[in-house]
């Protein structure tokens, strides 16, 4: 088959006893400081980001370099949503600019030879050293919250991550990357009815403790924006037009069953620079084109959602 209609198999990467998809660890784990003798400290237009418009992880890492100011800071190169069986592409509109690379695996290849991980987005590339910085994007956001700050002061008194909340935030984040960030996949590739209910009914208690939490307060953490509403919220707009039908989430969905959740939503996309990045004709065309495992014609649903810019919040 050849590797313009290919699409990767999902089911090497489940557990071939259980049927539980296991995600890998991310390799490149690097960090950007403002140290003096530091490997990477932050400098403008050093750094370059390679993203999907489709994937949530990378997706987090655009949110917090739109809120933090940092557009003209750290440059961005955008793959095409059709993952293929050599991963992401580059082609028809969306290049790499730094290299003209074809796919996202050869800037893996240019900074490790022997590389032998899967080829993830998002990216963060050093353009001076000509190698990946760190590529998990939990580890990314962090870095765009606080190091680039001396570059961009007007933004610096935004912390999506304060000390006085960092324990809560990163309790709140652990459950809720298990359950539902990851639930959504850890259902959807399930490969036996076992796997799929072991994942599903956790996925939607949790939904449940979290609307209950917005219910009492506007975010999850503290009552102010925090990295734990950017990291769900990339997972939650993608919920209705595609986790519920696609990855057989269905017991619920947001706009019918969670109108705390709904209304976050909302409020979320509404602040300025957040509904620019979102593309929901990558969201959709990568799901449901890319995985014919789960959806075999390809077809891809009418349906988008809720509509996040109304009512105003």
């Known amino acids: 088959m050849s590797t313009d209609t290919a699409t990767p198999s999902i089911l090497k990467w489940a557990n071939d006893k259980t049927g539980e998809f296991k995600r890998q660890v991310s390799t490149f784990r690097d960090n950007i400081v403002d140290e003096p003798n530091a490997k990477f400290t ?3 237009g ?5 993203v999907s ?19 003209d800071i750290i440059s961005v190169d955008v793959v095409h949503w059709h993952m293929q069986e050599m991963g992401w592409p580059f082609k028809e509109g969306y290049e790499d600019s730094l290299y003209g690379a ?24 050093d353009k001076k050293t000509q190698t990946v910085v760190n590529n998990e994007s939990s580890e990314i956001i962090r870095m765009l919250n606080t190091a680039f700050d001396k570059l961009v002061p007007e933004k610096a008194g935004i912390n999506f991550y304060p000390d006085n909340l960092k324990a809560e935030i990163d309790s709140v984040n652990e459950w809720i990357y298990d359950t539902v960030n990851n639930g959504v996949y850890k259902s959807g590739f399930a490969t036996t009815q076992e796997a799929y209910e072991a994942n599903v009914f956790p996925l939607f208690k949790s939904l449940d403790r979290i609307e209950e939490m917005l ?3 506007d975010y999850l953490v503290g009552n ?10 990339t997972t939650i707009i993608r ?37 620019e ?5 990558h969201i959709k065309n990568h799901y449901y084109k890319s995985h014919l495992q789960i959806n075999p014609t390809g077809i891809v649903p009418a349906g988008t959602g809720p509509n996040l810019a109304e009512p105003k919040i």
């Open 46 to 50: 050093r750094y370059h980001l390679y």
């Open 215 to 217: 219910s009492k307060s």
């Open 277 to 281: 990045t979102v593309n929901m004709e």
């Open 42 to 44: 932050p400098e403008a």
């Open 239 to 275: 919920f209705d037009p595609v986790y519920h039908g696609h990855f057989k989430c269905n017991i619920k969905g947001i706009e019918k069953d969670y109108p705390h959740i709904l209304k976050w939503a909302r409020r979320i996309y509404q602040m300025p620079k957040v509904a």
């Open 102 to 125: 074809k796919y996202i695996r050869e800037i893996y290849f240019k900074a490790q030879s022997d590389y032998s991980g899967r080829f993830t987005v998002p990216v963060l590339w």
């Open 53 to 71: 418009l489709a994937c949530p992880w990378a997706h987090r890492t655009l949110l917090v370099r739109a809120l933090k100011g940092l557009e």
């Open 224 to 233: 102010t924006l925090t990295e734990a509403d950017l990291r769900l919220w």
